[in-house]
């Protein structure tokens, strides 16, 4: 075989091997039914954290596909795959190791809610173990802190919206709920706000966007320097107030986890 045969078949199998090479996975998200900050409406996502995620798209030209799942789901698939995203993902001691965070986008008091009917009267953490089950989503960080705080009579259901649904029916007596998404779901079960009680709080903690550690680092520094322009300019303020008027806006910049 002559020189130049020989550097033609080099160059072949190197164009070949280029060309088979992995491409990048495309940039794609997950949410839940977590209203009013991501649910899906007419088949669609929408809500404060999908707004936000979809200008920040928008500002960095940018596209990806948003999908509205089972929480677990979710999860699992932004622990395993690159350029993946969750929101809103609570940012926790316990998560904290897990992925690398956008954020915040939400302040969150997290308490333990009963219906008044049932005349319970609760006021420590300690008190809350002699209740019986405990309705909480699985895997939400909820879940994940009262495993790691040593409950035992935790009920996991799919999503809040069953929770309120159990403790309706008088299945649970107990459910473990932030206090930004309990009227929305109350109003999707069929309560009114009256009809449950705060007993106490259990956690304050702030939602970010969390990606899979397998994600760019590059494309994340981007999204957290695109989030703080867009507080800076009052959009964030904008879209913020429409979904939760008179609640605090996050701070600016990423706090460390509780």
């Known amino acids: 075989m002559t020189f130049t045969a020989v550097r033609g078949l080099v160059l072949l199998l190197l164009v070949s091997a280029w060309g088979a090479a992995p491409q990048a996975e495309p940039l794609r998200f997950f949410t839940e039914e977590y209203p009013p900050i991501n649910f899906s409406q007419n088949g669609k996502p929408t809500g404060l954290a999908t707004e936000v995620v979809e200008a920040v798209m928008q500002r960095t030209g940018q596209q990806a596909s948003i999908s509205v799942v089972p929480w677990a789901r979710g999860y699992q698939q932004a622990l395993s795959r690159a350029n993946t995203g969750l929101f809103v993902t609570m940012r926790t001691r316990e998560r904290e190791p897990l992925f690398k965070w956008v954020g915040p986008i939400t302040r969150n008091v997290t308490g333990f809610y009963a219906l008044r009917s049932s005349y319970l009267s609760i006021s420590r953490l300690e008190d809350a173990r002699e209740y019986g089950e405990i309705a909480v989503p699985r895997d939400w960080y909820s879940h994940q802190r ?113």
Do not use: C
């Not at 206090?179 to 705060?198: H, T, Y």
């Open 146 to 258: 009262l495993l790691a705080d040593g409950f035992s009579s935790l009920t996991p259901v799919t999503g809040p919206s069953q929770m309120v649904s159990m403790l309706k029916r008088g299945r649970v007596k107990l459910m473990v709920l932030d206090n930004l998404s309990l009227n929305a779901l109350l109003a999707q079960g069929d309560i009114q706000p009256d009809e449950v009680q705060l007993l106490f709080d259990y956690m304050h903690s702030d939602s970010y966007i969390a990606f899979s550690l397998q994600t760019d680092d590059a494309l994340v520094h981007r999204w957290q320097d695109e989030l703080e322009r867009m507080k800076g300019d009052g959009s964030f303020a904008a879209i913020h107030n429409t979904w939760l008027p008179g609640e605090p806006l996050p701070p600016l910049a990423p706090a460390p986890a509780e």
